[in-house]
């Protein structure tokens, strides 16, 4: 399986991104779908997600209501639409997977590949 995000660049304060994720060697109709960040010196964190069907989007408080996660199911790709991007959202940006288990945990396969980076001047 590869997961391949891009997209990333380099904006202003205020400006917007769409980052896509394109995926190949499988299908992920009953994972979760995500994307995380990863800032310099710091861990990596989910950011966004939903479930394959569309349903259950979830944002992490500091991007709510700027960042949209979306699916296109007949391309097994999402996105990341990123407006009003703040120096603070600098990062590199991946995407993956999320396999529920039982117990309402995830397992999250070694699918990051290089991420693609955003870097936002103020």
């Known amino acids: 399986v590869q997961l391949q995000a891009s997209g990333g660049g380099s904006v202003q304060a205020g400006g917007s991104l769409k980052l896509s994720c394109t995926a190949s060697?499988?299908?992920?109709?009953?994972?979760?779908l995500g994307w995380y960040r990863q800032a310099p010196g710091q861990e990596r964190e989910l950011v966004a997600s939903m479930r394959a069907s569309g349903s259950n989007l979830k944002y992490a408080d500091s991007v709510q209501g700027r960042f949209t996660i979306s699916r296109d199911v007949t391309k097994t790709a999402w996105y990341l639409l990123m407006n009003n991007l703040q120096p603070e959202d600098t990062a590199r940006y991946y995407c993956?997977?999320?396999?529920?288990?039982?117990?309402?945990?995830?397992?999250?396969?070694?699918?990051w590949g290089q991420g693609t980076l955003v870097t936002v001047s103020s």
């Open positions: 993956n997977v999320q396999i529920p288990l039982s117990g309402g945990r995830y397992y999250i396969p070694d699918y």
């Open positions: 060697g499988s299908t992920f109709g009953g994972y979760d």
